[in-house]
């Protein structure tokens, strides 16, 4: 995911014309809390049916949206946004490491997992502005910068950074960091149905 901002970039001025990059999205509506909380279980729910092996990261992923929306938990939101995240952050990095000893890690096989890695991005951002350019043909009332569409991966928040950053460049006061959220925490989603799916099939 640390090389998104190099990888995208590239792609996303070869799909792109500069009169593209320029479009300016209408303001996305407001949302009410009782509909981000009717979401949030509404996706528990369909993965814990459709894919149960991916329904714990869904799962914890919408919990943590039920703790903001209900406004009730504050203790537990400040608490899971920065000591809880810190402690797991540092402990999951302890354990990745001690199981990456040189004789295991410094291999071919390393390289090839890099390199498949740059390759999936690469078509999924390619995918995305391609459907986002399709949408843009279908709605001509309601334009969609094509630059979102390669925010669908799963690395939040980055790839939606990339999106806003490029599009800066041609438009500095074009703001579409959140407008290219939704398309990226979707990525995250369907990534881990996709994910969940696979080990089911392939385990």
Do not use: W
């Not at 500069?18 to 809390?33: A, D, N, T, Y």
């Not at 890690?105 to 502005?129: H, R, Y």
């Not at 599009?167 to 369907?190: C, E, R, T, W």
């Amino acid at each position: 995911m640390a090389l998104v901002p190099l990888i995208q970039p590239p792609i996303m001025r070869l799909m792109t014309t500069p009169k593209e990059r320029v479009i300016r999205m209408k303001s996305l509506r407001k949302v009410g809390k009782l509909e981000r909380i009717v979401f949030a279980v509404m996706v528990m729910v369909i993965c814990v049916l459709v894919v149960p092996e991916a329904s714990a990261l869904i799962i914890m992923l919408m919990l943590g949206n039920i703790f903001k929306e209900s406004g009730v938990v504050d203790r537990l939101i400040k608490t899971s946004q920065n000591e809880l995240m810190n402690i797991v952050t540092i402990f999951l990095g302890i354990s990745v490491g001690l199981t990456l000893a040189a004789d295991i890690f410094l291999q071919p096989k390393t390289l090839l997992i890099i390199a498949m890695e740059v390759v999936a991005f690469g078509f999924s951002t390619f995918g995305g502005l391609l459907l986002a350019k399709i949408m843009n043909k279908c709605t001509p009332n309601n334009p969609v910068n094509p630059l979102i569409g390669s925010a669908g991966v799963s690395a939040v928040p980055m790839a939606a950074r990339v999106s806003q950053l490029e599009g800066a460049k041609y438009d500095p006061q074009n703001f579409l960091l959140m407008h290219a959220m939704g398309p990226n925490v979707s990525g995250v989603i369907g990534t881990a149905i996709c994910a969940g799916y696979m080990i089911s099939r392939l385990a």
